[in-house]
């Protein structure tokens, strides 16, 4: 099923299909190293058949990480980063997540204007603290953040 919101269409890759997203996701710094292996979700955005970015899922028992969401650069500052994170918090929505937690080292104002907010790492649940995210690919520096959904 393909996910929308505002003008943007997102199609859901296999593991054999997320390469492009990995190559990406290391052209812009983030971490990479898991794409192709991870059980998470992860997704295309394309606006008018053309991709403008990438973002993804791992649901963790009650809650959720928001992955790897990155916007390609000929389609920045377009406001299409808050519509792909839209998109992906209705997907945790109906998959009944009681919060989205994140981990970023220079995107926490884009997130803040999103309804994200800092929280400590020692408040983030277990399941999400084993993500191979947290645990291993993202420094300790990376601030961490949540939004509740219910």
Do not use: H, N
């Given at each position: 099923?393909?996910?929308?919101?505002?003008?943007?269409?997102?199609?859901?890759?296999?593991?054999?299909?997320?390469?492009?997203?990995?190559?990406?996701?290391?052209?812009?710094?983030?971490?990479?190293?898991?794409?192709?292996?991870?059980?998470?979700?992860?997704?295309?955005?394309?606006?008018?058949?053309?991709?403008?970015?990438?973002?993804?899922?791992?649901?963790?028992?009650?809650?959720?990480?928001?992955?790897?969401?990155m916007t390609l650069p000929p389609a920045r500052a377009r406001g299409l980063g808050g519509a792909i994170v839209a998109a992906i918090e209705a997907e945790?929505?109906?998959?009944?997540?009681?919060?989205?937690?994140?981990?970023?080292?220079?995107?926490?104002?884009?997130?803040?204007?999103?309804?994200?907010?800092?929280?400590?790492?020692?408040?983030?649940?277990?399941?999400?603290?084993?993500?191979?995210?947290?645990?291993?690919?993202?420094?300790?520096?990376?601030?961490?953040?949540?939004?509740?959904?219910?």
């Amino acid at each position: 099923m393909a996910l929308k919101a505002q003008g943007l269409t997102a199609i859901r890759l296999a593991p054999g299909e997320r390469e492009g997203m990995a190559a990406a996701l290391a052209k812009a710094g983030l971490p990479s190293e898991d794409i192709a292996a991870s059980d998470g979700l992860f997704w295309r955005f394309e606006q008018d058949a053309v991709p403008i970015g990438f973002g993804g899922l791992e649901i963790r028992g009650a809650d959720a990480l928001l992955r790897s969401v990155m916007t390609l650069p000929p389609a920045r500052a377009r406001g299409l980063g808050g519509a792909i994170v839209a998109a992906i918090e209705a997907e945790a929505g109906l998959r009944r997540c009681r919060a989205i937690y994140l981990l970023t080292i220079s995107g926490a104002a884009f997130f803040e204007r999103l309804g994200y907010a800092a929280c400590d790492r020692a408040d983030v649940p277990p399941a999400v603290r084993a993500s191979q995210q947290f645990a291993v690919l993202c420094p300790a520096s990376a601030a961490v953040m949540v939004k509740r959904l219910s």
